[in-house]
């Protein structure tokens, strides 16, 4: 069983920054890819980036130039880095790794953390 844990959601003005952190932990052997993901209200949830396991990376265009995805191996984790933030980036924001666990890989998914943005 592995669990995803999101943390650093939460309010900031626009042009503001904010790091969001997703720590995987049960048994899990190692994280092969991973992305962050959002759904805004009334909207599709939409790839927000990924990151492979060679670490090359993928943008959406709406955060390219803001946003920044990155992975901690040795502890699990992937992050994202939100700089400059609009109140058009409001959303659930939501951690996708797909991770080897004994001798399958299997897609797994956070539970969400909000990020608003004020104007």
């Known amino acids: 069983q592995v669990q995803l844990v999101e943390s650093g959601g939460g309010l900031v003005q626009a042009g503001g920054s904010l790091r969001l952190s997703c720590a995987a932990s049960?048994?899990?052997?190692?994280?092969?890819?991973a992305a962050w993901y959002r759904q805004a209200p009334g909207k599709q949830r939409e790839q927000v980036a990924a990151?492979?396991?060679?670490?090359?990376?993928n943008y959406a265009d709406s955060v390219k130039g803001r946003f920044t995805i990155s992975r901690d191996n040795a502890k699990n984790t992937v992050y994202l880095q939100m700089n400059s933030l609009k109140p058009e980036d409001t959303a659930v924001y939501y951690c996708y790794v797909y991770a080897l666990t004994g001798w399958v890989s299997r897609d797994y998914w956070g539970q969400g953390t909000q990020v608003t943005v004020s104007s």
């Open positions: 990151i492979a396991s060679s670490s090359a990376t």
């Open positions: 049960g048994s899990i052997v190692s994280i092969n890819a």
